[in-house]
């Protein structure tokens, strides 16, 4: 048996999908430092860090564990002019102690002297529509005027302008962020609290980078409820279809809370999407530890076959004619090798659906008969063994294929 290729990364287009795979939006490819998001590039994993970014030990610390542990793209949030030109000494200190990692600069809130610092230490500048420009509400307004909704594009076209000019110059990417809590009070006016205003917001801005020449740009709708993260983000492919645009998308739900529900709610709207062949890059946003969030992501990715970046694990749900205790043996398996990447293992509590159910596996843990475990390469039954050894031996068979690597 050939050892099996190490998964793909995001700087490396993905191979001609076979005829079950997703078939992905085609996009633009995007750089962000040394990842490229879109095109044939696999989706990348994005998180963002808690610490305060003037503090530049604890960043760097922070930056470094996410990418130790998968993160492709790291996000900072840098709210005042002091936090973009810490960004520089936190490049230097990565470079220094550890290697450069693709890293976005977060700007809110009237931004450009921020951005336009930023842009000079970072790979990404997310921007959001509805705050890059802010608009004060007025309690007694009761309608735009076209003239008022002109103005402040004309605004937005101003203050905008320098920075996408910068990080054109640059060949950086920027992210047009919109979120579905921070609306533009015009847009709210003129489309309402819908994910129709989100994509409207997004192609203002999107139009003001294309008169300027400059398309290193991924989009991101999000929200908090998954059915309108799911229409934002299909509405906002349909637009693109229909104006000729092919940017990539950065999928999320936002505030997604923590916890079992948080996962469920995150992979209900990312895992949706990405079933349909929209989206470039993910996040997972959790009420955790940022860390928390990259196995969910590349659980999600590999469960839709997108990625291969762990073991895959396939266990009938126990009945009975189960010949072991299949939760303590699958348990024992998944930590002798959990360590292992683009493998397919087996357990199979019984015979009758053993050999059938676990046709596509690399290697099968079946029981055929009390006390006795048969191990599968493929579909092919290798050797009996007593369930005492049967781990031990599963091992063996992995390492005599060349497919054992040392945790």
């Known amino acids: 048996m050939q050892t099996l290729p190490s998964p793909p990364t995001a700087t490396t287009p993905l191979a001609a999908p076979t005829d079950t795979a997703i078939q992905r939006r ?34 760097v610390a922070a930056i470094r564990r996410l990418h130790e542990i998968g993160c492709e793209i790291v996000r900072v949030t840098v709210p005042s002019m002091a936090h973009s030109k810490a960004m520089e000494e936190i490049q230097q200190r990565l470079r220094a102690t550890y290697q450069p990692v693709p ?133 906002m492919v349909q637009r693109m279809n229909e104006l000729g645009m092919a940017y990539p998308l950065h999928l999320g739900v936002t505030e997604a809370g923590d916890g079992e529900y948080g ?57 009975g004619r189960t010949l072991f205790n299949l939760e303590e043996v699958l348990h024992k398996v998944r930590d002798a090798t959990n360590h292992l990447t683009g493998l397919n293992i087996a357990v199979m509590g019984c015979i009758v659906n053993g050999p059938g159910e676990m046709a596509d596996a690399d290697y099968g843990y079946v029981g055929k008969q009390a006390g006795w475990i048969s191990l599968y390469r493929g579909r092919d039954e290798i050797k009996k063994v007593p369930e005492a050894q049967g781990v031990e031996e599963l091992i063996s068979l992995i390492k005599s294929d060349g497919c054992w690597i040392e945790p």
Do not use: W
């Not at 997108?306 to 266990?315: D, I, K, P, Q, W």
């Open 26 to 59: 085609k996009t633009r490819s995007v750089p962000v430092g040394s990842i490229t998001i879109g095109g044939s590039y696999p989706v990348a994993v994005q998180s963002m860090i808690n610490e305060d970014t003037l503090d530049i030990d604890g960043s």
């Open 103 to 235: 890293l976005v600069a977060d700007v809110h809130h009237n931004g450009l002297k921020i951005a336009l610092e930023a842009a000079k230490h970072v790979d990404n500048v997310r921007i959001n529509p509805g705050l890059y420009v802010f608009e004060k509400p007025k309690s007694d307004r009761t309608e735009y005027t076209q003239t008022e909704f002109d103005e402040i594009g004309e605004k937005i076209r101003e203050t905008l302008a320098p920075l996408v000019i910068s990080l054109r110059d640059q060949n950086k990417s920027m992210r047009i962020g919109v979120n579905h809590g921070s609306l533009a009070e015009r847009m709210l006016f003129t489309y309402g609290d819908t994910p129709e205003g989100m994509v409207e917001s997004a192609l203002e801005f999107i139009r003001i980078c294309e008169s300027l020449d400059y398309y290193h740009l991924e989009l991101s709708l999000k929200a908090s409820r998954v059915p309108v993260m799911l229409a934002a983000n299909r509405l």
């Open 263 to 319: 996962r469920i709610k995150s992979t209900a709207g990312i895992g949706t999407l990405l079933a349909e062949g929209i989206g470039d890059t993910i996040r997972v946003s959790l009420t955790e530890a940022p860390e928390k969030e990259i196995p969910v992501c590349y659980g999600i990715l590999q469960a839709l076959g997108l990625r291969r970046t762990m073991v895959e694990y396939v266990a009938c749900p126990s009945c």
